[in-house]
């Protein structure tokens, strides 16, 4: 597919960008069968796709998966899709919200592939990460900066609340960067694409994960603060924090940055929220 062809299905006159709608639209062919590609994608699969944009993705996705789901907010380019609804017999356009879009109505096993509107991308991120257990796995395009907290270490300066949440949800991999060139309009972030394969075992029961998660906050709330003093400020009793982080043989003047994710976890065991 060549880059001359890559669109020549489209109706001419796409509706212009907007920015604060984070419309950056993928213009390069290959970026997009590298996307495809990495989603794994058979012709029994079913696919969301949020913020299809012009179609370029959605295209290839219709190629490739079973049934394909887009969702997307702007009238203007819904319409502009739904012209070539025809071709995609396979696709149901949405036009809403995604952060409002109820993604509990997909069916198990669906696969999620979007470039993401970077402006939402981490309260969509979770809230798709919420409902893991309908999707084995998502691709995504996001800010390159998004994708380095996603895959951060402990002790790295990346590595806080995103990190640990989403490593809790789904084993992460950077796959690639995509070069500002490959958008139109060009964003003024670098992007890269993620690939999260989500977990099937939650570690946690229902009721501990509400519990781990406000631990996960309150522990990076202070960063430049010990780990004790941060929970302490945020309402957890001191000497209860200093007796778990003891069992876990861990220092009272250890910071949260270089706790990993099974640690946090652990003392999210070993210590009771503040009430
Ligand atoms: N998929 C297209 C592509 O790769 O060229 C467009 C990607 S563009 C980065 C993000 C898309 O998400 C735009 O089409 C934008 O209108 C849409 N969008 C923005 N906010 C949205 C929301 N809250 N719900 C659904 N779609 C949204």
Not at 13 to 19: D, E
Not at 133 to 161: C, T
Request: aromatic share 6%.
């Amino acid at each position: 597919m060549g880059r001359s062809d890559f669109s020549a299905d489209a109706p001419a006159n796409p509706p212009a960008a907007i920015k604060r709608l984070g419309q950056n639209f993928l213009i390069d062919p290959n970026i997009v069968r590298k996307i495809v590609a990495l989603a794994d994608i058979t012709s029994n699969d079913d696919v969301l796709e949020i913020g299809p944009g012009r179609g370029v993705l959605t295209d290839a996705l219709c190629k490739t998966a079973g049934r394909v789901t887009a969702v997307e907010i702007d009238p203007r380019l819904h319409d502009y899709l739904a012209e070539r609804q025809a071709e995609w017999p396979n696709l149901t356009l949405v036009l809403e919200d995604a952060l409002v879009y109820p993604v509990e109505s997909l069916p198990v096993g669906t696969i999620v592939v979007a470039n993401l509107p970077y402006y939402i991308s981490t309260p969509l991120l979770f809230r798709l990460l919420d409902q893991r257990d309908r999707f084995p796995r998502l691709v995504l395009m996001l800010q390159n900066e998004v994708a380095d907290r996603l895959v951060a270490k402990p002790g790295s300066s990346d590595y806080g609340v995103l990190s640990v949440m989403a490593q809790y949800a789904a084993e992460i991999t950077k796959a690639f960067r995509v070069s500002a060139q490959c958008f139109r309009p060009r964003p003024e972030v670098g992007s890269a694409v993620v690939l999260l394969r989500t977990r099937s075992q939650r570690e946690l029961s229902p009721e501990e994960e509400p519990k781990f998660a406000a631990l996960v906050k309150a522990a990076f709330a202070h960063r430049r603060k010990t780990l004790v003093n941060s929970l302490k400020d945020e309402g957890y009793d001191q000497s209860r924090i200093i007796g778990a982080l003891e069992r876990l043989t861990l220092s009272p003047s250890v910071r949260a940055e270089t706790l990993s994710l099974e640690q946090l976890i652990q003392l999210t065991r070993g210590i009771r929220s503040p009430a």
